[in-house]
């Protein structure tokens, strides 16, 4: 039976009204890196970074998935074989179109992680320094989201899924970012058949068997579609 494994980034996202990382006046064209989206940055000022992450989270809960993150949800209802999705999103919109088991590879706004005891609990809709967590009661909640130098979630059975692939898909992902940058060329030496779904080729569109240029809600119906009849 087929094995699918999906990979999404921000462009898919991006017509459900969430802001992308690296386009023109993206969330890294506003906010620097360092200051946000490290430990170091946490550690710093904590109020900044909860204030990056509350305006995220707020946003997030009022976006609806888009026909790519519904088109996928179907992928895997209706597909014969096992269908992974694995993403570095962390809005929660591929749970909110029906997706099941999806690997949040870079943790979700909607949990909470306390950096004392490792404990995880779900967020509040606003996070602030001084938040206790439930078990220890140590100040030092932070929100459960995988920053610059930590290591990603389920990399273990990531990696397992992309070698026992038969198709994998990279969609709305602009290819800057590692170790997601590197499934397309890792699934394909293991035999499958890769394809780019993305607005514009990404910076690794050559690691691909096959790559399709347009916005991810006409794409990714459209492919969906022609997996199912395969
Ligand atoms: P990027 O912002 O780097 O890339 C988004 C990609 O989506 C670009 O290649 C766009 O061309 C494409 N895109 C934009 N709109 C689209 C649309 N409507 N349909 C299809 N594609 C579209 O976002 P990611 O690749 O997800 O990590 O970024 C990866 C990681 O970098 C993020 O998870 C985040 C960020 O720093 C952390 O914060 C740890």
Redesign the pocket.
């Known amino acids: 039976m087929e094995k699918i494994v999906i990979l999404t980034?921000?462009?898919?996202s991006?017509?459900s009204g969430l802001g992308?990382?690296?386009?023109e006046g993206?969330l890294?064209a506003q906010h620097r890196?360092d200051d946000v989206?490290t430990p170091e940055g946490f550690t710093r000022n904590p109020q900044l970074v909860h204030d990056f992450y509350n305006a995220r989270r707020a946003q997030a809960v009022e976006a609806q998935p888009n026909p790519?993150h519904e088109a996928l949800a179907r992928l895997q209802r209706e597909a014969k074989g096992e269908v992974v999705i694995v993403t570095?999103?962390?809005d929660g919109l591929h749970e909110a179109a029906g997706a099941s088991g999806v690997l949040n590879m870079?943790g979700a706004l909607e949990g909470a992680l306390c950096a004392t005891c490792d404990h995880r609990w779900p967020a509040p809709l606003a996070m602030a320094p001084d938040d206790q967590c439930p078990s220890c009661r140590s100040s030092t909640t932070r929100p459960d989201?995988?920053?610059?130098g930590e290591m990603p979630y389920f990399m273990d059975d990531i990696w397992q899924h992309l070698e026992e692939a038969d198709v994998f898909a990279a969609?709305?992902?602009?290819?800057?970012?590692y170790p997601?940058a590197a499934f397309g060329q890792h699934a394909g030496r293991a035999g499958a058949h890769t394809i780019e779904?993305?607005?514009?080729p990404?910076v690794n569109s050559r690691d691909f068997t096959e790559a399709r240029h347009?916005?991810?809600?006409e794409?990714v119906p459209l492919w969906v579609e022609q997996e199912l009849s395969r």
């Not at 980034?9 to 898919?12: C, F, K, L, M, N």
């Open positions: 980034g921000a462009g898919i991006a017509e992308t990382f690296r386009d993206g890294w890196i989206a790519a570095q999103n962390v870079h989201i995988v920053w610059f969609i709305g992902t602009s290819g800057q970012v997601a779904l993305n607005l514009e990404s347009g916005p991810a809600s794409l």
